[in-house]
């Protein structure tokens, strides 16, 4: 099943200064991060923010290439979370014909943020990035206990 979200903005990774991503759906009970490139969050940026361009940047000319053949994006979908990689697909109407697009989840944000498209994201995703952060807590956390000295355990009252 598919979950309709939105953007809800961008963050920095605190570990790897790496952009985020956050997809939320209009209830707030789910969020998805999405770690994209510095090019695509800015582009996505730029387009939440509304800021003008003098040029357009990659993702404004696609949405023109696709406004000049009458070409509209009818969803987007990040289907797929493997081996720590997003994987999405572009829905195309031409002439009342459908045409499915694979497409990294940034640029296919950064589209749809521009024509106005629904994001939908497959739950199984969602459940996914949330054991995948769980565990990775979980390694941070023991991380951070094996760096601790054992005299500083019991130091500190609670």
Known sequence: MFLEMNVSGIALDPY???????????????????WVGYSEASSIAMELEKT???????????????DMVNCT??????????DNTFYSLLYLMNEGKEIIIDSRPSDA????LRTGSPIFVNEKVIETAQ??????????LNELLEDIPDEEFGKYKM
């Open 16 to 34: 790897t200064n790496t952009p985020i991503v956050i997809l939320k759906d209009s209830a707030g009970d789910n969020i998805l991060p999405i």
């Open 52 to 66: 003008p361009r003098i040029r357009p940047v990659t993702h404004d000319l696609m949405k023109s290439v696709l």
């Open 73 to 82: 994006i009818s969803k987007i979908e990040v289907t797929e979370l493997k």
């Open 109 to 112: 944000i950064a589209i749809a």
């Open 131 to 140: 054991s995948i952060e769980i565990a990775s807590d979980k390694k941070r």
